[in-house]
């Protein structure tokens, strides 16, 4: 088997922008089924996108025996369940970001693949950034320091996503802490290589009635003493990313940090003595990160080797998402 045949589980606006496009491009994977709820929906796309299989169900689409794997690109509410039908049919999975809605279903995920003997890989294509491995490889020998403070920032207007669920609790879990500051999270215990003892969160609105918070600011502490923060909202009329980490020696920063097929500048400041000695800016071509990922998942897979991005990450991820929330 030369390249990896893809289903896909949950073909809305995202997977088809964004996964599908990645599959395709992918050197060693190919898209051949699509799973909507609307069968006539998912007929229209399968022939516009040139593929074998429709399906409506998530069961169905598990079933076919030509798919080697899925890609669940479902609402956050069906992560678990779309993961476990696809399991104990024999398939690998990848799932999107936030893993799932609480510990518990992100803990029966891992349990489950493993059961079933399939590969489980958590969609957080961020750790493939070359932006974010180039800060990460900055921190790590210690040229700003012992870092001290790291923090990260995704905002963006959700009142014109197509994902009308994002602010329904039952079906997304959680607001922007759960859609954009899992990003952040994700990536800050990436580049920093640490976990997070504690977290304190604003929430604003606090959840109820099915609703979920729409801005959020977090304040995290990590096992090797630095403290950090994350803000997120739905309710800014523009979409902005930034990370920093701030160290004894001196700072590394991008804006756009969650950029695709883009150039993205990445500053590193030096000080000494209470003064800046140098401010150096670095341009850094980041490629499409989901074809990166999916690539990774399918070698992964096709060489029985550890897949980048195992669920055990994601868990600690959930862990740290289910503590915020219920810290308000």
């Not at 952040?184 to 290589?193: A, M, Q, S, V």
């Not at 003595?273 to 990922?293: C, F, Q, R």
């Amino acid at each position: 088997m030369s390249k990896l045949r893809y289903g896909i589980i949950g073909f809305g606006g995202f997977a088809e922008r964004c996964i599908a496009p990645a599959i395709k491009a992918s050197i060693n994977s190919e898209l051949i089924a699509i799973q909507k709820r609307s069968l006539s929906a998912a007929q229209e796309k399968k022939k516009a996108l040139g593929i074998r299989y429709a399906f409506s169900s998530a069961e169905e689409l598990a079933a076919c025996k030509e798919v080697d794997a899925v890609f669940v690109v479902s609402a956050n509410c069906a992560h678990c369940g779309d993961t476990l039908i696809a399991a104990n049919a024999g398939k690998h999975v990848l799932v999107e970001k936030p893993m799932a809605m609480n510990v518990s279903e992100a803990e029966l995920m891992i349990k489950s693949c493993k059961a079933a003997g399939v590969k489980f890989m958590v969609g957080h294509m961020l750790r493939f950034s070359p932006l974010i491995m180039r800060m990460k490889d900055i921190v790590r020998p210690g040229t700003i320091g012992k870092i001290t403070y790291a923090r990260a920032d995704f905002v963006y207007d959700a009142s014109i996503s197509q994902r009308r669920w994002v602010t329904r609790l039952s079906v997304a879990g959680g607001g922007p802490v759960f859609d954009i500051g899992v990003h952040c999270l994700d990536t800050l215990r990436f580049i920093l290589d640490d976990e997070v003892l504690d977290v304190r969160a604003q929430l604003d609105p606090v959840p109820q009635n099915d609703q979920t918070e729409e801005t959020a600011s977090l304040s995290l502490k990590f096992s090797k003493d630095t403290l950090g923060s994350i803000y997120c909202s739905y309710r800014t009329p523009f979409r902005r990313t930034f990370i920093e980490i701030l160290g004894t020696k001196g700072a590394v920063s991008a804006f756009n940090f969650t950029h695709n097929n883009a150039t993205v500048p990445l500053t590193l400041t030096m000080a000494e003595a209470g003064n800046v000695t140098s401010t150096t800016t670095e341009d850094i071509l980041i490629p499409d990160l989901y074809v990166k990922e999916v690539t990774l998942f399918s070698d992964a897979i096709l060489n029985n080797t550890a897949v980048p991005v195992p669920g055990e990450i994601g868990l600690r991820n959930q862990i740290v998402l289910d503590k915020a929330l219920a810290s308000e």
